[in-house]
């Protein structure tokens, strides 16, 4: 499901850095961006997932999204900025570095993502946008999310 305006078929994004590089996420999967976040280590768990938050008493499991995506870690002692969002119908945060703005885009400026070998499929990536000086790299949550359900079936029970 998309936000579109009938009159220029576009949808809205999330848009935030990792590694100096610009990404976004499709609003409708955005629940809340955290400013501040206190993070607790969960033992055991896989190196992406940082651990678990305390969100108005709902547990939501934070992925390193620089992890996930294959990027250099960021230091633990960085303060922590996450995008809380719902993939397969999980509440996830995933720690970006800072989030920018929200951004409508038309539907025909979209890319779709090129094949970049045996993990295309299961990457995150959607497609991209490309204007003068600046290239948006566009995720999909419910991928994102998908690959680690093992995982933070782990870290929700710990």
Known sequence: MNIRRAQDDSTRWVTFELAGQL???EILKVQEVLADTEIESVPGAVPQILGVANLRGA????????LRLGLAPRPLAAPVCCVVVDGHG???GLRVDRVVDVR???EGAIKRAPATG????????????????ELLTLLDADLLVAVLAPALNLARAA
């Open 23 to 25: 990404y976004g996420l």
């Open 59 to 66: 547990i939501v499991t934070i992925l390193d999204l620089r």
């Open 90 to 92: 999980e509440s996830v």
């Open 104 to 106: 409508r885009i038309a």
């Open 118 to 133: 045996g993990e295309a499929a299961t990457s995150g990536v959607m497609g991209v946008v490309s204007r003068p000086g």
